[in-house]
Structures are given as structure tokens and as C-alpha cells.
């Protein structure tokens, strides 16, 4: 069965430092997220991206973050300066279509951790 | 807005009994409503879905859920609980709007199932 594959599982980084969390969403879908979840916390969206742009993005989702699709496999979310309340595990996930009925399909998570 | 409570932040249950796990939605209009697991180092994995029609849902592992529109709920149940179901469980909604939508997620609830 085709799955959401992300690297790396674990990302520890220092304060201000940038970081690129990678994911290859499953090669038919079209829709991609991206969110993550704080120790504790709710699952919270970032972004939602499709035929290369970004189609919405919560508050979370600031200048400092910034998602690319560089090829036609992967996708990734970049934090241009890590802030200690970045941490967090980030969730990719793709879906066929992208409105309402149709499920998305998640990723493992990379736990980012900044210290 | 869009939001999803799960009361629960645990759930314990023998094996063998019936279990549920409790959601419950605030949307404007009609929702499509999901339910994720999340097993030990694996992503959010989906369970099965609300569309429309029949108010009882099946999905994965023999799970089911019930819609309630009178009560904005979406129970997640079991009749016959397996320790291997011990993992976090989510409840998420997305409303009937066009565009690539995110899910919005509840805070999770565990569930523990004991031999």
C-alpha cells in the first residue's frame, strides 16, 4: 500500500538555525499539507499547497516558514529561524482531491526539536 | 469556525468489552467528519469517514462510528475491544466548502485496552 514517507524521523537543531523537513507524498495525489502538533496539543494545520502554490495557510504559518514542491516527488517545509516554541512533530500529508469527503493520508511525523 | 472536542483525554477498557470514544463537532452546515489512529511511531492513519446518508459509518478493524446531527456528535465504537487497538485516536472535521481545505483535529483521546 502506498504511504506518506518523511525525513528525518527526529531533527534536533539549535535556536535560529534553519531547518528543512522532507516528505514524498504517495505519487498520484495532488494535495499537500503540512502540520504539526506540540507535545499535548491538538494537530494543528500549517499549510495546504496544490499545482505548486500555496492554496491556504492558518497563523501558524508566518514568514519564517516556507513549503517547496523542488521535484516532482518531494515536498518540504522550511523554518528559516527556529524558535524554541517550534518544537513540535510535524505531520505531511496528501490527499486524491482536495475538498471536503476525500481523506488525507499522513506521514510518519519528524519530531523537531530546538534547543 | 470550525472545531472538534474530545473530552476524553483517556479512555480504559478491558478486552473484550465494548468501547467508544466521544467527539463532538461545531461546523457551519453539514460537516464531513473522520476518525484517525496514531499507533507508536506512525502517522495519523485513517479509520473511516462521514459523508452522508447512513448515520452508522464503518471503517478499518472493525470500527464504526455514529453520526448524531441533533447532538453535533460522532462517537467512534467498538463492540469487542483488542489490546492491539491501544493507541491515540483522533476526531477531525472539514466543512462542505470548496478548495483544498484543511482537516481540523480534536486533542486526541488514548485509549488503553487491557488484557
Known amino acids: 500500500e502506498p504511504e506518506v514517507t518523511q525525513t528525518p524521523s527526529h531533527q534536533v537543531t539549535q535556536m535560529g538555525q534553519e531547518v528543512i523537513l522532507r516528505c514524498v507524498p504517495i505519487?498520484?495525489?495532488?494535495?499537500f499539507y503540512w502540520y504539526r502538533q506540540i507535545l499535548g496539543q491538538k494537530v494543528e494545520f500549517l499549510v495546504s499547497?496544490?499545482?505548486?502554490?500555496?492554496?491556504?495557510k492558518s497563523e501558524i504559518f508566518d514568514d519564517q516558514f516556507s513549503v517547496e514542491r523542488p521535484d516532482g516527488s518531494n515536498f518540504t517545509l522550511k523554518i528559516r529561524s527556529t524558535k524554541l516554541e517550534d518544537s513540535a512533530m510535524y505531520f505531511c500529508?496528501?490527499?486524491?482531491?482536495?475538498?471536503?469527503?476525500?481523506?488525507?493520508?499522513f506521514g510518519p511525523g519528524t519530531r523537531l526539536t530546538v534547543t | 469556525a470550525q472545531s472538534v472536542a474530545q473530552p476524553e483525554d483517556q479512555v480504559n477498557v478491558a478486552e473484550g468489552n465494548p468501547l467508544t470514544v466521544k467527539c463532538t463537532y461545531s461546523?457551519?452546515?453539514?460537516?464531513?467528519l473522520f476518525w484517525y489512529v496514531q499507533y507508536p511511531n506512525r502517522g495519523l492513519q485513517f479509520l473511516l469517514k462521514?459523508?452522508?446518508?447512513?448515520?452508522l459509518v464503518k471503517g478499518s478493524y472493525g470500527f464504526e462510528a455514529e453520526f448524531n446531527k441533533s447532538q453535533t456528535s460522532f462517537h467512534l465504537k467498538k463492540p469487542s475491544a483488542l489490546v492491539s487497538d491501544s493507541a491515540l485516536y483522533f476526531c477531525?472535521?472539514?466543512?462542505?466548502?470548496?478548495?483544498?481545505?484543511?482537516?481540523?483535529f480534536g486533542k486526541g483521546t488514548r485509549l488503553s485496552v487491557i488484557a
Open positions: 500529508a496528501s490527499s486524491e482531491m482536495g475538498q471536503g469527503p476525500y481523506e488525507q493520508y
Open positions: 505519487s498520484n495525489h495532488l494535495y
Open positions: 499547497f496544490y499545482n505548486n502554490e500555496i492554496s491556504e
Open positions: 461546523v457551519s452546515g453539514n460537516p464531513y
Open positions: 462521514y459523508i452522508t446518508g447512513d448515520n
Open positions: 477531525a472535521v472539514r466543512g462542505r466548502t470548496s478548495g483544498n481545505t484543511p482537516l481540523v
